[in-house]
């Protein structure tokens, strides 16, 4: 009785795209590609933007394109690149800043001024 009321009965289950699920893209539905609006298939354009809307399939082209690029970049410091001081202060102080870069894959570099441990 309790499969049978919510569907979890012996029906074939519906296959989805992983990457749909993960990134939250209903594959059935069409979105706005300038403020992200959901919308039924017939839709066309959206209330708010007056553009017209984009299937479920080319929003999640996009966000993987977008993932894939942003996935890409280097992390990598070279001696061409220019730096610039952020903050000054002890290393254990300017370590959340660097993790807080590196989730936007924006490398850091933090330095010691006296070259010493952590301590102090």
Same mark, same amino acid.
């Given at each position: ?19 749909? =699920? ?24 959206? =209330? ?73």
């Amino acid at each position: 009785m309790f499969k049978k009321l919510f569907g979890l009965g012996n029906k074939t289950a519906k296959v989805e795209n992983p990457d749909a =699920v993960r990134l939250g893209i209903d594959l059935e539905m069409n979105y706005c590609p300038d403020c992200g609006d959901e919308y039924r298939l017939d839709i066309k354009q959206c =209330v708010s933007c007056k553009v017209p809307l984009i299937t479920g399939a080319e929003k999640l082209a996009k966000m993987k394109n977008k993932e894939q690029a942003f996935y890409s970049r280097s992390m990598d410091i070279s001696a061409s690149d220019q730096l610039i001081t952020i903050r000054n202060g002890k290393l254990r102080d300017l370590k959340p800043y660097q993790i807080l870069l590196a989730k936007d894959r924006i490398p850091a570099l933090i330095t010691g001024e006296t070259g010493g441990c952590a301590k102090g």
